[in-house]
């Protein structure tokens, strides 16, 4: 038998013969990348939740609508149209289709956490009467603390030392931040603690519920079940507390059409969580979260004026410290700090002139933050109009 035979006969291939390594019709099948960048996602949500918060704040304060019950009531009875709306005529809110709801359920699951959702939200606005939304920011910053301890309450989670004294790092920061506040009110200050024991507690609840498998909802899904049983329950509220005293001059004094902006502004905050959640990892909505929380503050001085010390300022950064090291830990910040650096080092060789500029806007705004925006402390309620005055008399100068 000749080697051609021989060749035939085992069944080899010629050597030359190269198998495809990708078939092409599966790639032809693969659904293009979106062509949508996270950060656009990120952008959205930060400009959304902050919107949000300012926005609440004018209509209270600035507009001086003293009815915050009944705009949170506004809200949830927004959202739930808005979410019906969906269900109906989209596929957002298809995910509802693979909870099991029962109305036992709903009564032993959804209406208590609806009860703590609806305290949650009503100290929250209450607190905008009394507070400016810089110190609000700071006082929020103990929401993973509420967290940690109503999850040992329940039951949740089990009771780690460690990471209780890496949380109350965080305490300590909202302490000190608490000493430098200008325009502390008592009252807001509890219930502001108040609104973040009772949304630690709904957190906590809404957890024990999502840990099983057939109760998995996206925060759209999540709404579309809690906004009305928190409707009704915050309208039954301001029906007695604030509706009696409401006229249509309160309601003129904001105007029909900023109400609907307001609405939809709430509406379209929890329309971009579920976007964000879908696109980006938990570090990117934790390091977004303290972003957030800082351009709030600045936007807070910049809009309203309100006063920030450097007592503040460093009680702040202590407590955003502590969260970011409590949310991430210590070898992931290491390890993405280190990535950042390199990143930054990149950027420097390939943009030279464009990293210039961006230190020294970033020192201009320092400078700026630390020389104009921040109020000295040490300085709270002196008039130096008394001084000039005593100096001229010894000087022998007159007005």
Not at 69 to 93: C, D, P, W
Not at 160 to 182: D, P, Q, T
Request: charge should be positive.
């Amino acid at each position: 038998m000749g080697v051609e035979e021989k060749s035939r006969a085992s069944g080899d291939s010629p050597r030359d013969a190269v198998l495809p390594t990708v078939n092409p019709e599966v790639e032809k099948a693969q659904a293009p990348k979106s062509a949508i960048h996270p950060a656009f996602y990120v952008s959205i949500w930060i400009a959304m939740s902050s919107s949000v918060i300012l926005f609440n704040k004018w209509i209270l304060s600035a507009k001086g609508f003293d009815f915050p019950v009944v705009l949170t009531t506004y809200h949830l009875v927004f959202s739930t149209i808005m979410t019906q709306i969906l269900a109906r005529y989209t596929t957002l809110l298809d995910g509802r289709k693979t909870v099991k709801m029962t109305g036992k359920v709903y009564l032993r699951a959804i209406v208590p956490i609806g009860f703590f959702f609806s305290l949650s939200l009503i100290c929250g606005n209450l607190t905008y009467l009394y507070l400016s939304v810089s110190f609000i920011q700071m006082l929020k910053a103990t929401t993973p603390v509420a967290v940690l301890l109503s999850g040992w309450a329940l039951g949740v989670s089990t009771i780690n030392m460690r990471v209780f004294l890496n949380v109350s790092v965080i305490v300590v920061g909202v302490i000190i931040a608490s000493y430098g506040e200008l325009e502390f009110v008592w009252l807001g200050v509890i219930l502001q603690i108040a609104g973040v024991a009772f949304e630690a507690l709904r957190l906590t609840m809404v957890q024990r519920l999502l840990s099983s498998a057939e109760f998995k909802m996206d925060p759209l899904v999540s709404l579309y079940y809690f906004a009305p049983i928190c409707a009704l329950m915050n309208g039954v509220v301001a029906l007695f507390w604030e509706v009696p005293r409401l006229t249509m001059a309160d309601v003129d004094r904001v105007g029909l059409f900023y109400f609907f902006l307001n609405g939809l502004c709430a509406f379209g905050l929890n329309v971009s969580v579920v976007f964000l959640i879908g696109k980006t990892s938990s570090l990117v909505l934790t390091l977004c979260g303290v972003l957030k929380d800082v351009l709030l503050v600045v936007a807070s001085m910049a809009i309203y004026g309100s006063q920030v010390t450097l007592t503040q300022f460093f009680g702040y950064s202590i407590a955003l410290g502590g969260m970011v090291y409590y949310k991430l830990g210590a070898e992931t910040i290491k390890s993405y700090a280190g990535e950042a650096g390199r990143q930054w080092a990149d950027f420097g060789n390939r943009r030279p002139v464009l990293r210039r500029i961006s230190i020294i806007l970033l020192s201009v705004f320092v400078v700026f933050s630390l020389l104009g925006g921040f109020a000295p402390d040490y300085a709270a309620g002196i008039d130096p109009t008394e001084y000039l005055n005593e100096a001229k008399s010894k000087i022998g100068m007159s007005d």
